[in-house]
């Protein structure tokens, strides 16, 4: 079993260091949880979303000293994981910066997932500033279970769940940024995904009014049925804290058996079509 841990939090937009202080804050409430605990902090937690050409100044590398400090602290905390958002800079490619989320236990980094699907409709403007992730299949393991992590539109991709859970993930984290126009969209979404591969939904969502957007909250975990065990209410701040085990995706898997049932077959399709047409 392991608990999880979403705090529903009003984040001080373009503020680092508070923020910062605020996560920190956070995570020492569970310095002494005795059994292990994942705290699931929503996209781009470390900064607020969004603050536009700012972003640049914001961001810092994965040694820089937002994920040092978290990592410090954890430093012989193996019971506690915690997972961030920040604008990720390139050290490889100058210039470029990523929408990222870190996975850290232990007194370092588990495992870093970088944002594939940049909303550029509606209020959206990321692939104005993001540069678009590369890779794809990121599984952690903690305590037994294993996680894999889509960044809020990245879940409406079902591909990205699909490879996630053939490489073994219990459950996939979903931080988000996500307003009052997509809101009645995340409940069909997040069921979908869970349903279809087995594993248990963790969603975190930003909460509160920011640079013209209204963050609804609702946090929330799904069990590997579909069935949503928890919520968060709206526009409230709240901490979220469940108990997930991988009986429960055993159960699931052995009911709705879609990840025995894959025919492959529809995948080498999907990746023809999907190919510009000569």
């Known amino acids: 079993m392991i608990k999880v841990v979403i705090p529903q ?33 929503p996209e781009l937690s470390i900064i607020g979303y969004f603050i536009a050409d700012a972003m640049y100044e914001a961001a810092e590398p994965l040694n820089g000293p937002t994920i040092s400090r ?10 506690l994981a915690v997972g961030i958002g920040i604008p990720e800079l390139d050290l490889r490619k100058r210039g470029l910066i990523y929408n990222t989320y870190v996975l850290i236990s232990s007194g370092k980094i588990m495992g ?21 992730n590369a890779e794809h299949g990121l599984v952690v393991e903690f305590h037994g279970m294993k996680f894999g ?22 459950a996939i984290i979903v931080p988000a940024s996500s307003p009052l126009p997509s809101r009645e969209l995340w409940d069909p979404i997040l069921r979908a ?16 009014y920011r640079d013209g957007l209204m963050f609804f909250g609702e946090s929330r975990i799904i069990d590997p049925t579909g069935i949503i065990i928890a919520k968060a209410p709206a526009f409230e701040e709240y901490v979220l804290e469940v108990e997930i085990s991988p009986s429960r995706v055993e ?10 049932d894959l025919d492959t077959r529809v995948i080498e399709v999907l990746y023809r079509e999907s190919k510009p047409k000569t």
């Open 9 to 41: 939090i009003k984040l001080k937009q373009g503020n680092k260091d508070e923020n910062l202080e605020l996560t920190i804050d956070i995570i020492k409430r569970y310095f002494n949880e005795k059994k292990p605990t994942l705290i699931v902090f």
């Open 70 to 79: 978290i990592a410090e602290i954890l430093d012989e905390k193996g019971n």
């Open 112 to 132: 870093v997932w970088r944002k594939t699907h940049l909303p550029t409709f509606g209020v959206f403007e990321e692939h104005r500033y993001f540069a678009r």
């Open 149 to 170: 992590v889509m960044i809020c539109y990245d879940a409406f991709f079902p591909e990205i769940a699909r490879i996630y859970s053939l490489k073994g993930a219990d």
């Open 193 to 208: 995904r869970a349903i279809e591969n087995g594993v248990y939904i963790i969603f975190s969502n930003h909460v509160g």
């Open 251 to 260: 159960f699931a898997r052995r009911v709705r058996p879609t990840l025995r």
